[in-house]
């Protein structure tokens, strides 16, 4: 069975053609799917297409949240209801197009569990596609998972890899990233990405500064969630030996500085800007250092009875002969 799980904000539009554009390609591929929408707050008739769409097909269900919470706790929704044993999650405006999940199950069918759609070709202004370019090689940079475009919302997963993951925040842009740390093949193929019928887009310039922010979580989470000793220790051991360089530069050079004896030229430490850029270090490597060591006391506690590893597979009991 595939689960396609849409998040919706204000598409009373676009859901109608969705839906038919789904049922299409499932009926033509003859596919086993089932549709959620999650209404993410929205303020326009959204819920009621939803509602018309479900009292219709058996195979819509739909999801009403209170307010608006944002796209990564739709989609966590979503996940939790989903049945199917793959997972497809794509906008609801009609610029992801249904008739690529073929190529989608093709891909995951080569052995990958994770396939991210990429907009090669993108309809949207300079002013998006540039910063997004830009983000996505720093993402590829840091985690290592070196995608074309992270922030595509047409993505296919073996539903097992999300029973793993925990999305808050603005962390759905990063769900290849956080499945490929616990183990996930993951791939991409290129997609068609339709000019927008309806609406408008809902993202703005700020969500460049929060994924940023959220790309700096997600490097830590996934690189040091159960040794951040190995990053707040390196930064202090780096801080503190630059400093203590410092403090013996600032040592030596007061030493030679009383060598003749002449009081005139003796070299006064508080007058230099060095002296307190040297005390500084050394506090801050022994604050980073400190810092990490109860992160990793906070970290041992927390993963008491918790599960370290992602088992991809089992054998089989065998009966006794």
Avoid at 15 to 35: K, M, N, P, Q, S
Wanted: hydrophobic content about 45%.
């Amino acid at each position: 069975m595939l689960t396609a799980v849409i998040p919706v904000f204000n598409e009373e539009e676009s859901l109608a053609e969705l839906h038919r554009e789904l049922t299409e390609v499932a009926d033509a591929e003859r596919y086993e799917l089932e549709i959620v929408f999650i209404d993410d707050g929205s303020t326009d008739r959204s819920w009621d297409e939803i509602t018309r769409l479900a009292a219709a097909d058996p195979r819509v269900r739909g999801i009403r949240f209170r307010r608006n919470f944002g796209k990564a706790a739709a989609l966590m929704a979503g996940f939790r209801e989903a049945r199917g044993d793959v997972v497809f999650t794509l906008d609801a405006d009609l610029q992801d197009d249904p008739h690529e999940i073929p190529r989608f199950l093709e891909q995951l069918d080569s052995g990958l569990d994770v396939v991210s759609g990429w907009k090669k070709v993108r309809h949207d202004p300079w002013h998006k596609v540039g910063p997004s370019r830009v983000f996505n090689a720093l993402v590829g940079r840091l985690t290592g998972v070196k995608l074309h475009d992270h922030n595509c919302g047409f993505k296919c997963y073996r539903r097992e890899m999300l029973e793993e993951i925990q999305l808050y925040g603005e962390m759905h842009r990063f769900v290849p990233v956080l499945t490929a740390a616990r183990g996930a093949r993951v791939g991409e193929v290129v997609v068609a990405h339709r000019a927008r019928k309806f609406g408008q887009s809902k993202y703005g310039v700020r969500r460049f500064v929060k994924g940023f922010l959220d790309l700096l979580t997600v490097y830590f989470l996934t690189g040091f969630n159960q040794r951040p000793q190995h990053l707040l220790g390196t930064l202090g051991l780096v801080s503190f030996l630059l400093g203590g360089m410092g403090v013996f530069v600032l040592s030596l050079w007061w030493g030679i500085s009383r060598l003749d004896g002449d009081p005139l030229t003796d070299l006064h430490l508080h007058t230099r800007a060095i002296f307190y850029f040297t005390i500084m270090a050394v506090l801050l490597g022994a604050q980073f250092m400190t810092i990490g060591f109860l992160a990793e006391q906070l970290t041992a506690f927390q993963m008491r009875g918790a599960s370290t590893y992602s088992i991809r597979q089992r054998t089989e009991p065998t009966e006794k002969r």
